[in-house]
């Protein structure tokens, strides 16, 4: 029931132009039967067209680039650091006797890994800034593909009321969040910042 919550949410947000990874969505869906995963056949191409739109966007582009490059070069410099100690130990053990230059390859390559972390830090947060700002000047883009998917959503909202009917639970223990309030069988419980729901079992 926790996975078909997170999938309300999930889905609410790529209709309102919030995106998480799609496999996420992918590993909740296998969690959660038959019936949800027909539903998120039919609007898994809209999701994933939704996701893409970001690349439309030049910076967006330049700083997953960099993002991506910051990635290889963590690992590249890992790899460094494990080949200068497979050296120190077997084929220059002089020059790595010597204090001052182990000192000064470590101090080397900490400030490779530093600088390379900053970068990546940095580099995320400005790609998250860019995606969001893409996204807040993207409302009339991919309209029927977001309707599509809000659809999914409610499809997914009136599963979840009918689940909680059948197990004769409380419709509070379940609890999703979302942007809109437009949906049947939702009840809102928290309406300052993003919305706090329940499905409304009564209605159904």
Do not use: H
Not at 60 to 66: L, T, Y
Not at 87 to 101: D, E, G, M, T
Not at 145 to 170: C, F, H, P, Y
Not at 191 to 199: I, M, N, P, R, S
Request: glycine residues 4%; hydrophobic residues 45%; charged residues 25%.
């Amino acid at each position: 029931m926790e996975a078909l919550c997170n999938l309300i949410t999930w889905l609410d947000g790529y209709a309102n132009l919030s995106c998480v990874d799609p496999l996420r969505i992918e590993k909740a869906v296998r969690l959660c039967g038959k019936d949800v995963k027909a539903i998120w056949e039919r609007t898994k191409e809209d999701v994933y067209a939704i996701g893409k739109l970001p690349i439309e966007s030049e910076k967006v582009v330049r700083w997953a680039k960099i993002v991506n490059a910051s990635k290889f070069l963590f690992f590249g410099f890992a790899m460094l650091a494990m080949g200068l100690f497979i050296l120190a130990s077997q084929a220059a053990p002089r020059f790595f006797s010597k204090a001052s230059n182990s000192i000064l390859l470590v101090a080397i390559i900490a400030v490779l890994f530093n600088s390379d972390i900053i970068v990546y830090i940095y580099s995320s947060r400005r790609l998250s800034l860019e995606v969001k700002e893409f996204f807040e000047g993207s409302e009339d883009k991919a309209k029927l593909e977001r309707k599509r998917v809000k659809d999914a959503a409610q499809a997914l909202i009136n599963k979840l009321a009918s689940r909680i009917k059948s197990m004769e639970t409380e419709p509070s223990e379940y609890q999703f969040t979302l942007y809109d309030s437009g949906y049947a069988n939702v009840r809102v419980t928290k309406e300052k910042g993003l919305l706090k729901a329940t499905v409304n079992v009564g209605n159904r």
